[in-house]
C-alpha cells in the first residue's frame, strides 16, 4: 500500500463551487505540505503543518485553507472555486527539518 | 529573495552518453539540497540530498550530484543516460533549517528526454 495517498485523484469542478482535497499517510511523520504544480513554474508551497497544532501558510495561500484532522490527516479546501486554480495537487510529508519529502500521486483539479 | 533555478527546461541527450540537469540557488546560510523526480501520472520521489561533507552525492539509478559551494550550484549527473531516465527532474533547496522559519523552495523543473 502507498504510505501517502490522496483522494480524489481527478476532479472537475465548477467556478465558486466547495472542493476538498484529502491526504492521509502511513510514514508517522509530522510534517505534512501542500503544492500546487503549474506547467513552467514548478511545485509551489500553499501549506504546511508541522503538528496537529501548528499549520503555516506557504507561498500561495490565498483561496485556499487547510485542516489537519490527526497526525495522519490533512485536507486541503478551496472555498469557493476559480479557474486559475486548475491544476496539480501534491500532498507531501517529512519526519522533520532538512529531511526527505515523500509526496502522494497528486490531484489532478479541473476548475471550469 | 530566495530562489532556485534551473535554468533548462528540456534537455536532450542519446542513450549511452553522460548527462548533466543544472541547478544554481541563491539562499542564506547552508541550506540543504535535494534532487526529486517524477515520472508521468506520478508524484515526484527523492533521488538525493546534499548535507554536508563530501562535495559528490551519490543517489539513486546512478544518479550522482556535484555540490558546488562557491558558485551555489547543484547539479544533477549521470555517466551513462537510460531511456528510462526520461522524466521531469526538480532540484529543492531547504534552507533555515534549524528555525521553526525553515523553507523549502524547488526549481521550475528539467524535462529530461533520452533518444535510443
Known amino acids: 500500500d502507498a504510505d501517502v495517498t490522496q483522494t480524489p485523484r481527478n476532479r472537475i469542478t465548477k467556478t465558486g463551487k466547495r472542493i476538498m482535497l484529502e491526504c492521509s499517510q502511513t510514514?508517522?511523520?509530522?510534517?505534512m505540505y501542500w503544492y500546487r504544480q503549474d506547467p513552467g513554474l514548478g511545485l509551489r508551497l500553499i501549506y504546511y503543518?508541522?503538528?496537529?497544532?501548528?499549520?503555516n501558510k506557504g507561498e500561495i495561500s490565498d483561496g485556499y485553507s487547510v485542516s489537519r484532522q490527526a497526525q495522519a490527516k490533512f485536507s486541503l479546501s478551496l472555498e469557493s472555486a476559480i479557474p486559475n486554480q486548475t491544476a496539480l495537487y501534491f500532498c507531501?510529508?517529512?519526519?522533520?527539518?532538512?529531511?526527505?519529502?515523500?509526496f502522494g500521486p497528486g490531484t489532478r483539479l479541473l476548475v471550469l | 529573495a530566495q530562489s532556485v533555478a534551473q535554468p533548462e527546461d528540456q534537455v536532450n541527450v542519446a542513450e549511452g552518453n553522460p548527462l548533466t540537469v543544472k541547478c544554481t540557488y541563491s539562499v542564506s546560510g547552508n541550506p540543504y539540497l535535494f534532487w526529486y523526480v517524477q515520472y508521468p501520472n506520478r508524484g515526484l520521489q527523492f533521488l538525493l540530498k546534499y548535507i554536508t561533507g563530501d562535495n559528490l552525492v551519490k543517489g539513486s539509478y546512478g544518479f550522482e550530484a556535484e555540490f558546488n559551494k562557491s558558485q551555489t550550484s547543484f547539479h544533477l549527473k549521470k555517466p551513462s543516460a537510460l531511456v528510462s531516465d526520461s522524466a521531469l527532474y526538480f532540484c529543492a533547496v531547504n534552507y533555515g533549517r534549524f528555525s521553526s522559519a525553515s523553507k523549502i523552495i524547488f526549481g521550475s523543473g528539467t524535462r529530461l528526454s533520452i533518444r535510443p
Open positions: 503543518s508541522f503538528d496537529v497544532k501548528d499549520i
Open positions: 510514514k508517522g511523520h509530522d510534517r
Open positions: 507531501a510529508t517529512s519526519r522533520g527539518l532538512g529531511e526527505t519529502q515523500y
